[in-house]
């Protein structure tokens, strides 16, 4: 079975600039949320997406979007990067049943 | 969501079992605590989850009082490869709102 995976690993973008990442949810898993930690801190939620709608939004702005595909698997977007965005990017898919989220190793976006 | 307070950190002999805190007085009826773990730039890794009842897995034991207003999490015999961060999470069941809330967990350290 395979386990969540992201991509890219790593980006480095200019402030002002916009950014896609990208997460395939675990085999089975139809739920998929977005997390972001920053140096030092716990992770923070942003969205959830469930069946291609968003299902729970934490405390960010909207330029942070995102998509859910028919395969289940999502994009989390930023909008005029700002350099507090510096950060690992976590998605983490759940299954309908078990509802516990696995994370996937995360991308570590840096703004510059 | 109800809050949670943890150590910030602590220390445990190679071997030795690691009894890690967690206490949560305002968790409420549909809440569930949820452990997780956060080894150095890794994605979060899933530990165990209960409501009220104590859970044993292959990781770890989760001990639940009786007033659900605090929990232990059980690393029975902990090598170094236990030392990480280590998250208790309180969360609802509610559909669309099972967001996790990260604290700042305890930092576990495993002493050879």
Redesign the interface.
Known sequence: ETG?TQSPTHLIKTRGQQVTLRCSSQSGHNTV?W?QQALG?????IF?YYREEE??R?NFPPRFSGLQFPNYSSELNVNALELDDSA?Y?C?S?SPTS????????T?LLVL | DAKTTQPPSMDCAEGRAANLPCNHSTISGNEYVYWYRQIHSQGPQYIIHGLKNNETNEMASLIITEDRKSSTLILPHATLRDTAVYYCIVRSDHFGNEKLTFGTGTRLTIIP
Request: no cysteine; hydrophobic share 30%; glycine share 20%.
């Open positions: 969540v949320s997390y801190q716990g992770p923070q939620f959830q299902n729970g934490g690992l976590l983490a759940s509802r516990v989220e696995y994370f996937g190793p995360g570590r």
